[in-house]
């Protein structure tokens, strides 16, 4: 699986967008994007994933680069309780369900 | 969508002592689930797979005599930390995977050895 590179921690404000960047500058042409996010004390929460196309859920947006190299996680309107870790995973996607996570970048939401 | 639930969701025992949590799929039969450990601070890291009716996978650096894998059926495993020992103390989570979703992850059991 693809390394993948996210800042350590960013803040944002209640109500306003906050745009997550993940670097994976190697990712092989069937590799997907996933984002989780863990909040304290919690199991990790899947929020969505994609290969090539722009996605959207109702958690989330993800946008992700025409090279492929970057993607961006968008929550549109943040609030409290989406203070968490958020984990950019790149891997094939299979049925192993096998994660391998990183760091994460540490969102916390300010009121 | 698929549950996996955890129990329990926090423990506390005595140094020497064994601890069993449980994993179940609620709603789905996992042939394959996965058990991570989380120390304070840090990502989760894979111990184990867990393969319903036959011997569990170990990651490099995990000690399969000490972190007991049982897979007995298609919705539940469950890991027993044996002696566990105050480094033991950790933040343990599994997860599983409906076919055609993606990768549920249970609340997590707090370990506390003493």
């Known amino acids: 699986d693809a390394k993948t590179t996210q800042p350590t921690s960013m803040d944002c404000a209640e109500g306003r967008a906050a745009n997550l960047p993940c670097n994976h500058s190697?990712?092989?042409?069937?590799?997907?994007v996933y984002w989780y996010r863990q909040i304290h004390s919690q199991g990790p929460q899947y929020i969505i994933h994609?290969?090539?196309n722009n996605e959207t859920n109702e958690m989330a947006s993800l946008i992700i680069t025409e090279d492929r190299k970057s993607s961006t996680l968008i929550l549109p309107h943040a609030t409290l309780r989406d203070t968490a870790v958020y984990y950019c995973?790149?891997?094939?996607?299979?049925?192993?369900?096998?994660?391998?996570f990183g760091a994460g970048t540490t969102v916390t939401v300010r009121a | 969508g698929a549950v996996v639930s955890q129990h329990p969701s926090w423990v506390i025992c005595k140094s020497g002592t064994s601890v069993k949590i449980e994993c179940r799929s609620l709603d789905f039969q996992a042939t394959t689930m996965f058990w991570y450990r989380q120390f304070p601070k840090q990502s989760l890291m894979l111990m184990a797979t867990s393969n319903e009716g036959s011997k569990a996978t170990y990651e490099q650096g995990v000690e399969k005599d000490k972190f007991l894998i049982n897979h007995a059926s298609l919705t539940l495993s469950t890991l027993t930390v044996t002696s566990a020992h105050p480094e033991d103390s950790s933040f343990y989570i599994c997860?599983?995977?409906?076919?055609?979703?993606?990768?549920?992850f249970g609340q997590g059991t707090r370990l506390t050895v003493v």
């Open positions: 994609g290969l090539k």
């Open positions: 997860s599983a995977g409906d076919r055609g979703t993606e990768a549920f």
């Open positions: 995973i790149v891997r094939v996607r299979r049925n192993d369900y096998k994660l391998s």
């Open positions: 190697t990712i092989s042409g069937n590799e997907y």
